[in-house]
């Protein structure tokens, strides 16, 4: 473990344990003589080839299901790793294709379905069937164990355990530009810990009223300052104007931009709820989505 990993999970862990898409003829001219009759006038008929049909895109019948929710588990961790992915509309008749991936982490005394309660495999369908948006995959990880021993080695089994599965198991794009992560309150504070500490895995980070402890912002903004450049994952950062932890989300977002760190942040009207992260749900994914339409412009 190097010297930023072991900075990052002796704050982090701190926290995490402490937040509440016609025919034609040709007629031959012929002028007649004294001498000699005229020959039989003869008539040429061309039949033209039929013109194609103008082609018309057919519509995929899968489009107009909806996306499939399903639970799957890495059980060759301790304690076994549950989760929820959400697939696609046509994942399972385009097997050809391979998609990107989004893990969402929830929030603290919640578990994997927070997020899917907030509606994100509906506004999913609503944007890949609409074409907005080109399909994508989503995770949703159990961190239930938030309370106990187990919920310290939650960031372990997620970067060690998690990814490779779902990338083994699941046609995935299984590399750094079609990965993102993000999460909300607690899950928002993991995003901090593992998206800066791994950048090689993640090129898109979503804080989402993120908890982190006023007395962590000088080793984190360290850490974001050695972070070279090339590496930084694009990111967003929102909070609301009443949430409890607007302090601690302020200082954050300062040592984001004393260190340049482009990143793109939101100062909504709302608390740290429910309520305020199932309002903004469409803006966060229309946000995940967008990112992935860059990288594949860019290539």
Known sequence: MNTRQAILKNIFFTFL????????????PHTPTATQPPPPTSTATFTPSPVPPTATATPLTCLTAAGQVKPDVVSTTNPPQEFLIYLPPC???????????????????????????LGVPTIADQLI?????????VVFPDDRYW?????????NRLIRDLIP???????????REHRALGGLSRGGGWTVQLGFEHPELFSILGLHSPAIFKDNAPVVERIIKNIPEAERPRLWFDVGDADRELG????????????????????????????????????????????????????
């Open 17 to 28: 344990f402490g937040l509440s898409a016609c025919s034609t003829s040709n007629e031959i």
């Open 91 to 117: 994942y399972e008749t385009q097997t050809e294709l391979n998609y990107p991936v989004l893990y969402l982490l929830h929030g603290q005394t919640y578990n994997q379905d927070q997020w899917v309660r």
């Open 129 to 137: 069937q609409s074409g907005e948006a080109s399909p994508f995959i």
């Open 147 to 155: 309370n106990l021993p187990a919920g310290a080695g939650f960031g």
């Open 165 to 175: 599965y779902v990338d083994a198991h699941y046609r995935t794009y299984a590399d």
């Open 248 to 299: 601690s989300a302020t200082l954050l977002e300062e040592a984001l931009t004393r260190q340049n760190y482009f990143h793109e942040f939101h100062l909504f009207t709302g608390d740290h709820s429910e309520s305020y992260w199932g309002a903004h749900v469409g803006a966060y994914l229309r946000w995940y989505a967008e990112q992935w339409s860059s990288v594949t412009a860019e290539q």
